[in-house]
């Protein structure tokens, strides 16, 4: 049910519009709330994460155009490390101080 479930929310690539082949289509996590699949365009090879939340009154579904992998996507969603506000900080002072960013991170 649950690879079907995914077939039916999303059809088409939403890059090239090309069908999906759903024999192609991954289920990555799957409980009572909410499943998690990962769809790779045959096409143009773009990558959608589609998640869909079952709630009492139906269902909310969710998709991401991505250049990860299946396999990187549960890596990251499995990290316990986030990014902080203190992170997001540092960026930003780096980004504001910094004249030639490109030469600097190079």
């Not at 769809?39 to 994460?49: N, S, Y």
């Not at 506000?85 to 960026?91: E, G, H, K, Y």
């Amino acid at each position: 049910m649950n690879n079907l479930l995914s077939k039916k929310l999303l059809q088409k690539c939403p890059v090239c519009g090309d069908t999906y082949n759903y024999s192609k289509v991954k289920l990555l996590e799957a409980n009572d709330s909410y499943i998690l699949s990962y769809f790779k365009c045959q096409k143009c090879g773009t990558g959608v994460a589609m998640k869909a939340i079952f709630i009492p009154t139906g269902m909310v579904g969710q998709a991401v155009i991505t250049d990860l992998e299946a396999d990187e996507i549960m890596k990251l969603k499995n990290n316990n490390e986030s990014i902080t506000s203190a992170d997001v900080l540092c960026v930003y002072d780096f980004i504001k101080n910094e004249k030639d960013i490109i030469k600097a991170i190079q």
